[in-house]
């Protein structure tokens, strides 16, 4: 299984960010899994953003969920994370993840890409 990051790397502010994640070597409507999208900031730890599920339902974290958005695109084996209003405190670097509900954990990662937010 391999996950790709693809987008713009600088957002400028109150603009949307926008990423897609390329998954190949399994179908992200499995329903053994989880796509989950999850960001690392500059010195902080790990965040997660949120997942969609084989079903297309989705689940964000509290204090993004105003401004989020996962979606998938099954016809290209592909989910996508908008993320609004971004500020520079949005800037990490953003990985899709898959999440195996077999044992709840996480068993493939993208390699991650870097998203700048600055004017």
């Known amino acids: 299984v391999q996950l790709q990051e693809s987008g713009p790397g600088l957002v400028k502010p109150s603009q949307t960010l926008s990423l897609t994640c390329a998954v190949s070597?399994?179908?992200?409507?499995?329903?053994?899994?989880?796509w989950n999208w999850i960001r690392q900031s500059p010195g902080k730890g790990l965040e997660w953003i949120g997942y969609i599920r084989a079903s297309g339902s989705t689940n964000y974290i509290p204090s993004l969920e105003s401004r989020t958005s996962i979606s998938r695109d099954t016809s290209n084996n592909q989910f996508s994370l908008q993320l609004s209003s971004v500020t520079p405190e949005d800037t990490a670097v953003y990985y899709c993840?898959?999440?195996?509900?077999?044992?709840?954990?996480?068993?493939?990662w993208g390699k991650g890409t870097l998203v700048t937010v600055s004017s």
């Open positions: 070597g399994g179908s992200i409507t499995s329903n053994y899994y989880y």
């Open positions: 993840a898959r999440l195996d509900l077999t044992n709840y954990a996480i068993d493939y």
